[in-house]
């Protein structure tokens, strides 16, 4: 294929997206500033480069994948004295509305176009290609980076303008964050109750409280047998990641004026447990209700 990508930032997700283009037959030079995370993507067949400006300078693509706003900033500001006129910036982190609005501004300053397209699927969903992009930006830029997302995806949203995407990433998290408190308020209430742990799930995977947290993330061993609570909580999606995006979350919410708070008591929720089990999937806060 004749597009050159640059991906930056190799991590748990970075590298395997990015072996996901090479696989495809993209062009890709990888960067990231960790050696450690140099070396593993090379070893998936990723081409990388120690140096930021030698990966973008001659990129049509820039994909970033970064842990947070304040660094996806920074990445911007070195990165776009030497990006080539006409490449495509898109940025894949998780970061806050209003940073994605604001490097989108700083890619426009240079005649750039500039999509937010934050993922959902996790590590799982990153190796496999299946990510669900959650695409904000204009429909020139979306249509351009449809077939650079594709080998990465396995739903492609338009969400809207720039910073939509993030905006449907943190409020489907904060939904996710109720819903399964909720879905453990339930068992631990039914088991109180004397009720059967299978006999719940059956009831509500049939019935009107159905949703992702039970059917899927069931926070009871037994019902799903793949869900974490089956295998001491391993995620799955971590407790510290789900606590980042409701930080994100709340900012919107304080920032908008908007009323939430079954979200705002879900996040302090998390932001407890995260502090004691980080590493442990988000559905493990059922442990707290017992
Ligand atoms: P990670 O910490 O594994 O990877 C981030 C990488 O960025 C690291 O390798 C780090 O060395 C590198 N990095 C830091 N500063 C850099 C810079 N200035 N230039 C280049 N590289 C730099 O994190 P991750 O799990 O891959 O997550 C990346 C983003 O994706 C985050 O915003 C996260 O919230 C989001 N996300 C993660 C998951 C998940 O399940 N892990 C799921 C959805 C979204």
Known sequence: KTMNIAFLGLGNMGGPMAANLVKDGYDVIGFDVSADARAAAQSANVPVTDSLTEAVATADTVITMLPNGAIVKNCYEELLP??????????????????????????????????????????????AGTLAFMVGGTDEAFNAARAVLDPMAGKIIHCGGSGAGQAAKLCNNMLLAVQQ????????????????????????????????????????????????????????????????DLGLAMDAVVSTGARAPLGEHAAQIYRGFADRSPGLDFSAVITTLR
């Not at 490449?87 to 604001?102: C, G, K």
């Not at 949703?211 to 799903?224: H, L, S």
């Not at 995620?235 to 980042?244: I, S, V």
């Open 181 to 244: 408190i909720a879905v453990g308020e339930a068992f631990t209430l039914a088991q109180k109750l004397g009720l059967k742990d299978q006999a719940l799930y059956d009831v509500i995977t049939g019935a009107t409280g159905n949703c992702w947290a039970i059917e899927t993330n069931c926070p009871v061993p037994g019902p799903v047998p793949t869900s974490p609570a089956n295998n001491d909580f391993a995620p799955g999606f971590a407790t510290a990641l789900m606590n980042k």
């Open 82 to 127: 030497f990006v080539p006129t006409g490449a495509l910036l898109i940025d894949s982190s998780t970061i806050s509305v209003d940073d994605a609005r604001a490097i989108h501004d700083m890619a426009a300053e240079r005649g750039l176009e500039q999509l937010d397209a934050p993922v959902s699927g996790g590590v799982k969903g990153a190796t």
